[in-house]
């Protein structure tokens, strides 16, 4: 168990629908990632957080948007959702900074039907 | 650029060591070069990290080349368990420390 929570780990939804991941990091650390796994793109970055503020941004379309709350758990929502939007994500937290490592959650897959 | 290279794929027999290479040769000198690897349905998992020196912990070793062009990260011993996807990253300091997944090595571990 990494510490990491995310929720749901399932998720099955239509196209152009609307969808919310939440991600718990672990206790004390400030860092929020969030990734991006299909089979045909590997592990994709799509965007990281650090105490409520945005650090860092990958390959994350604009349907797509994360934020990260003062009690520093996640959400990354994702809009107008399409077929090719079905894939693992991943959120990972750590206490921020380098020389640091990640823990990763068990990811939510979502289907786009 | 935070790409490194590494093999598709790598076969070992259980029990004995496995050496899986990574070249990052456009490193820079505060980025530090970081292990993960994945198991099936899993998500990925912190194996080792190091900047300039060999890296020892309970689960492998990291060696890093003196010109930190490329490192090995080495499993003593190969356990079915080990069979996963080995990925090496060099962490991009200047975009917050994210760490940019490459392909990764997918080693088979035979019994």
């Known amino acids: 168990d990494s510490g990491v929570t995310q929720t749901p780990k399932h998720l099955i939804t239509a196209t152009g629908q609307r969808v919310t991941l939440r991600c718990s990091p672990r206790s004390g650390d400030l860092s929020v990632y969030w990734y991006q796994q299909s089979l045909d793109q590997g592990l994709q970055f799509l965007i990281q957080y650090y105490n409520g503020e945005e650090r860092a941004k990958g390959n994350i379309l604009e349907r797509f948007s994360a934020q990260q709350f003062p009690d520093l758990h996640s959400e990354l929502n994702l809009s107008s959702l399409e077929l090719g939007d079905s894939a693992l994500y991943f959120c990972a937290s750590s206490v921020g900074g380098s020389n640091t490592e990640a823990f990763f959650g068990q990811g939510t897959r979502l289907t786009v039907v | 650029d935070a790409k490194t290279t590494q093999p598709n794929s790598m076969e070992s027999n259980e029990e004995e060591p496995v050496h899986l290479p990574c070249n990052h040769s456009?490193?820079?000198?505060?980025?530090?070069i970081h292990w993960y690897r994945q198991l099936p349905s899993q998500g990925p998992e912190y194996v080792i990290h190091?900047?300039?020196s060999n890296v020892n912990n309970r689960m492998a070793s990291l060696a890093i080349a003196e010109d930190r062009k490329s490192s090995t990260l080495i499993l003593h011993r190969a356990t079915l368990r080990d069979a996963a996807v080995y990925y090496c990253i060099r962490e991009n300091n200047n975009a917050g420390n994210m760490l940019t997944f490459g392909g990764g090595t997918r080693l088979m571990v035979k019994p």
């Open positions: 190091g900047l300039t």
């Open positions: 456009t490193i820079s000198g505060t980025d530090y």
